[in-house]
């Protein structure tokens, strides 16, 4: 192994894997290597991303991770130690031919398919690979594992590229922001989700100790600091993942944008001598006061939705001071104000994220918890404080499986760096 580099433990487990998987595999030419990028926790700002509005995630020390070698010809092919399965497709014709392979792949495998495709479009040439698919992101969970296997699949092809195109921030051929984008729209066509860029930015920009304000407009970005060795930052998995969850995130994407319209033709209608009205484009660019004006004139459903994106928006911004003002410990309300408007408002809560939160509420040293990622299952994010996660851990084991049939996990995360690659030997 080099020791030049640090592998995460996903990225050498994939590493000893692969001679193992591929042993009969002739085609194989190149060095071994691998490639990683992590998953995310949401501190706050959920749903806002694709309302041009405010995230502040942070990347996590759990990620995906792909290892393997180049081959001499146009075919990547996969294992994925999750699923015990292996995925090949042909980089030949790409991005033409991706409708007609995608349909043919395992849903794993479109992630990587797709982040190809969005590569070839931006002008990189390719080249074969086979390689071992690992991580230990919860799939599926809200953690955002498609983004990290997206972000680990650029990695691993600038790594195989051999510096025919880069990822930095300087002489690059791509920016650590570009990838994201391009990640983003590999995702909408992989999974049908029309997601923002929440989940490929943070898992592209991760940084130690530091949670990342992104505007999702500008797609400007500081680090703030999240460092406090008295707090633990716990994620609880519900277990449960329901199908419904891809047709509710479209729907509620159009909804705000069906409430954008409505409430931006009002205002002009009303505030004929308001000329920013007219460059009104998302929830982000309507304040509290104009909601509140025009809001009977909202169906209710719409103006719920509006309701929440905008103050979910403040929420934002308030927690970013805070953290600014290195006081994470007083972030905790504004999670428990974030969890209500989801599950009130927004209506993407249910049952079982709902009793985790509940239970948190009655655990003193829990200064804040919400559902966390697109909704309908996954898992809570939980702000702790370190002599407290025992008790946490006690009222889940003890009530979560009776009042909802599953059982729980809890995990405790730490705020990492982002993606990187390296070679084996
Ligand atoms: C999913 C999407 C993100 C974001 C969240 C909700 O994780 O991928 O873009 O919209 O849901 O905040």
């Known amino acids: ?37 992590p998953g995310r926790v949401n501190l706050i700002g959920e749903h806002t ?64 398919l797709g982040v190809a495709g969005e590569l070839v479009k931006t002008g990189v040439t390719l080249v074969g690979f086979d390689a071992v698919v ?22 691993t092809c600038a790594l195989f590229s051999e510096g025919h195109f880069t990822i930095g921030n300087q002489g690059a051929t791509l920016t650590p922001m570009q990838v994201a984008a391009l990640c983003q729209r590999a995702e909408h066509l992989a999974s049908g989700v029309q997601c923002g860029i929440l989940d490929q930015a943070a898992s592209c920009l991760g940084c130690p100790g530091a949670a990342l304000l992104l505007d999702c407009r500008s797609l400007s970005y500081r680090y703030l600091p999240f460092a406090a060795p008295e707090l633990a930052l ?75 994106v905008i103050a979910e928006n403040e929420r934002v911004l308030q927690a970013a001071k805070l953290l600014e003002s290195s006081m994470p410990e007083t972030i ?44 309908f299952g996954g898992c809570t994010i939980n702000l702790v404080r370190v002599e407290a996660v025992e008790a946490l851990r006690e009222a889940i084991d ?9 059982q729980a996990s809890l995990d405790i995360c730490y705020a990492a760096s982002g993606p990187g690659n390296g070679w084996a030997i």
């Open 49 to 112: 991303d694709y309302n041009d509005g405010f995230v502040l995630p942070i990347a996590v020390d759990r990620v995906a991770a792909l290892a393997g070698r180049t081959r001499s010809d146009d075919t990547v092919r996969l294992w994925s130690t999750h699923f015990q399965q292996y995925a090949q497709f042909s980089l030949a014709g790409l991005p033409e031919t991706f409708v007609q392979q995608c349909c043919t792949l395992p849903a794993w495998a479109r992630y990587v």
């Open 134 to 155: 690992s991580g230990d992101v919860p799939l599926g969970g809200g953690m955002s594992s498609s983004a990290a296997l997206e972000v680990a699949t650029a990695q």
């Open 234 to 308: 716990l994620v609880i998995d519900t277990r449960v993942r329901r199908e419904l969850a891809t047709s509710a995130y479209n729907e509620r994407r159009k909804q705000c944008e069906d409430a954008v319209h409505l409430l931006r033709n009002l205002i002009m209608h009303y505030e004929p001598e308001n000329e920013a009205a007219q460059s009104i484009r998302a929830l982000r660019d309507i304040t509290q006061g104009q909601l509140s004006r025009y809001d009977s004139y909202l169906p209710a459903v719409l103006r719920r939705r509006a309701s929440y």
């Open 398 to 406: 003890q009530q979560y499986l009776a009042r909802t049939g599953q």
């Open 332 to 375: 905790g309300p504004l999670l428990w104000q974030s969890h209500a408007g989801l599950r009130d408002d927004y209506e993407v809560s249910c049952l079982e994220l709902d009793t985790l939160i509940e239970l948190a509420q009655q655990v003193s040293g829990v200064l804040g918890a919400r559902m966390m990622g697109g909704g």
């Open 1 to 37: 192994m080099n020791e030049s580099v640090t592998f995460p433990s996903s990225a050498r487990e994939a590493l000893e894997k692969f001679p193992v998987v591929f042993q009969d595999n002739v085609d194989s030419t190149g060095f071994l290597g691998a490639a990683w990028a």
